[in-house]
């Protein structure tokens, strides 16, 4: 699993995704626990953004702007 996948799993979409709607489409499918983390430090670095009626238990995500350029400069630098 890749940065860049990651965020162009939520790019395709172009609304908010739950965790798990996400980790589906990711191959090997990551570890739950482990993905949700990472999914926090991703909306920590601003690529993400959290349904702002989100509640625990209810979480659902969106590409930033921030993100999606994020994205086109990984896949510019061909790096992940």
């Known amino acids: ?4 996948q990651v965020l ?4 395709r979409s172009g609304k908010f995704l739950r965790p798990d709607e996400v980790c589906r489409q990711l ?4 570890d739950r626990r482990s993905f949700y ?3 926090g ?3 920590r670095q601003g690529l993400i953004e959290r ?3 989100a509640r625990r238990g209810d979480l659902a995500y969106r590409l ?5 350029a994020r994205l086109e400069y990984l ?5 992940s």
Not at 1 to 4: D, E, L
Not at 8 to 11: G, K, N, Y
Not at 64 to 68: D, F, L, P, V
């Open 1 to 4: 699993m890749t940065k860049a």
């Open 75 to 79: 896949r510019r630098s061909g790096t």
């Open 51 to 53: 349904h702002p009626h």
């Open 37 to 39: 983390s990472y999914l």
């Open 41 to 43: 430090r991703l909306r």
């Open 8 to 11: 162009a799993i939520f790019l």
């Open 27 to 30: 191959r090997p499918v990551p």
């Open 64 to 68: 930033t702007a921030r993100g999606q």
